[in-house]
DNA sequence: AACAGGTATTACACCTGTAAAATGTTTGAC
DNA sequence: GTCAAACATTTTACAGGTGTAATACCTGTT
């Protein structure tokens, strides 16, 4: 069994101050420090392509729900900011990664869609970075990684109830 | 079994392209939107006492070491890049809460240390920080808890020798 | 017709990282 | 021994992305 750094940084605490119970440290900390390592590793192939994390996000979420969507649901969808999207779109649009299409009916609201190419470069992108990712994974054994992915998602299922309804 | 916002993601890819391997997204997907959400929990009693999240971990990395640290030190131990660490530095001392010292031998390095006031507010803090997340992770039983951090732990070691080493 | 509410965009402030600059130290050739 | 070049540490300058709040525009209701 060999050290990670959250159990060196709750040791440290321990030293510092016996009376604190590091016990959520363990799986926040390192949840957060997973979160941060990932990033760091999965921009890399993206960036390759031109892309930041946020964009990907924002492509995939269109692609994924296969059909036009609008600014304010991407932004719910993506977890960001309306501004934020409202950016991406733009610097997405000059790339002729999406097209935008005003409503007929109602116009307030835009339709957000993939070009071909918008289309075939997530196509191209997303089986790369699973099987990124599937490389990373390989490490654990496959009654960890199921034990894993269903004790995170009793989690989230907790983290969702607490403040997943609370948009902005 | 209710289900989570990864469960109903992979679901939508499912549809759109049976033959995608998702597998991984059900882990490294949960991870990433635990720590959104917790991130965003988070900085909510961080932020009432005026401190950014990253601010207060440079705190912590001061308070836990129990020794003066350089701000290259900081900058490794935070994870972050040595301008941010400078402005942070600035900001934290311009409200007394950090001080900044002169080595005598090597007079580029600098030695920061917490004030006796900066020191209060970590010791305030982070007691109530723990409390939260404790509260948070109430929802797991107890075998469930140190099942998720011991496979945390061991994904966590496999990242860090992946990518831990590079440090910038 | 005015108003309340919804949608998207713009304006602004802030934080971050990369790269360059400023300052200081060490090494090695002569 | 001394000086220049290489290296190390921190800070500054700049560019880019994000969120909050204000704005522009539109719809539906009374």
């Known amino acids: ?15 510092v101050n016996p009376e604190l119970d590091t016990g959520p440290m363990e799986i926040i ?23 930041t994390r946020a964009e990907f ?12 969507l609008t600014p304010g649901e991407l932004a719910r969808e993506t977890f960001s900011s309306g501004a934020a999207v409202t950016k991406r779109l733009r ?9 935008r299409r005003g409503d007929d009916r ?18 191209r992108l997303l089986p790369e970075q699973l099987a990124y990712e599937r490389s990373v994974l390989a490490g654990l ?15 989230l299922v907790q983290l969702e109830g607490r403040l997943g309804g609370a948009r902005r």
Chains 1, 2 share one sequence.
């Open 91 to 99: 610097a997405l649009q000059d790339r002729a990664l999406v097209e």
């Open 57 to 68: 996000d924002l492509l995939g979420a269109v692609r994924r729900t296969d059909r036009e």
């Open 141 to 155: 054994d496959l009654p960890g990684r199921d034990e894993l992915a269903s004790r995170l998602s009793e989690l």
């Open 29 to 51: 900390g390192r949840i957060n420090r997973c979160a941060a390592l990932l990033q760091q590793a999965e921009d890399a192939p993206l960036r390759s392509a031109g892309l």
């Open 1 to 15: 069994m060999t050290d990670d750094i959250v159990a060196s940084v709750v040791r440290q605490w321990q030293a």
């Open 106 to 123: 109602d116009r307030r609201v835009a339709h957000v869609r993939l070009t071909d190419e918008g289309r075939a470069l997530v196509d």
